[in-house]
């Protein structure tokens, strides 16, 4: 049983583009979603993360957009650089109940130049 | 800042064979973890300890072992290894739940 969901499973976009990546969860007790990235051959580190009461969290080029309702959220990079190269992971818990955190399958994400 | 330490960094193993893997942090954080990383797969979690001297199942704690020996440091134990087995074991820390987990450089692990 996957509980966090993420599509694509690998994306390609050139420099300057904006890429999208989506990731949808089952558990509506969920109520914390970090982005983490994982370049090759390093472990993750954490992008940034959103809490529901917000539908939207904003960092620089990267924005997290959350929708309550469908139980989906997607993360947008604006101006994609080659540097933005990496697997993007999707994760989400619950502050009551197991405390696990849950990660996606990823989206490995490609930026041409 | 500080770092998380996993050994080793890489373990080739026989089949059915007891496996140890260590994990050492210098942020005074009070939660620890273990996840397993497989191609394609994500991560998944195995084991973590909320406190020093907590211990909780993750979905994937089946085969393995945690201990919590002291607030900084945490090992899992492979309590028979598959063969062919190949994953990367991460260890992560974090203040508290629900705060940023800080990962180790993993654990790479093979079974022959």
């Known amino acids: 049983q996957q509980q966090v969901r993420q599509s694509p499973q690998s994306l390609t976009v050139w420099e300057g583009e904006t890429a999208i990546l989506n990731c949808s969860y089952e558990d509506s007790t969920f109520d914390y979603f970090p982005w983490y990235w994982q370049f090759p051959r390093e472990s993750p580190a954490l992008l940034i993360a959103?809490?529901?009461?917000?539908n939207k969290k904003e960092d620089g080029r990267f924005t997290i957009f959350f929708n309550k309702r469908e139980k989906k959220l997607s993360l947008h990079i604006t101006d994609s650089q080659p540097g933005d190269s990496a697997t993007y992971f999707c994760a989400a818990s619950a502050s009551s109940g197991s405390w696990q955190l849950i990660f996606g399958s990823g989206t490995q994400l490609t930026v041409m130049p | 800042g500080g770092i998380i330490t996993q050994t080793p960094k890489f373990l080739i193993g026989q089949e059915g064979q007891k496996l140890t893997l260590k994990c050492q942090q210098n942020?005074?954080?009070?939660?620890m973890y273990w996840y397993r990383q497989d191609s394609g797969k994500g991560l998944r979690l195995i084991y973590y300890s909320i406190t020093e001297n907590d211990l909780q199942k993750g979905d994937l704690s089946e085969g393995y072992d945690a201990s919590r020996e002291k607030k900084s440091s945490f090992s899992l134990t492979v309590t028979s290894a598959q063969k062919n087995e190949m994953a990367v074991f991460l260890c992560?820390?974090?203040?508290?739940?629900?705060?940023?987990?800080?990962f180790g450089a993993g654990t790479r692990l093979s079974v022959l």
């Open positions: 992560a820390s974090s203040i508290v739940f629900q705060n940023t987990l800080y």
């Open positions: 959103i809490r529901p009461v917000s």
């Open positions: 942020f005074n954080h009070d939660t």
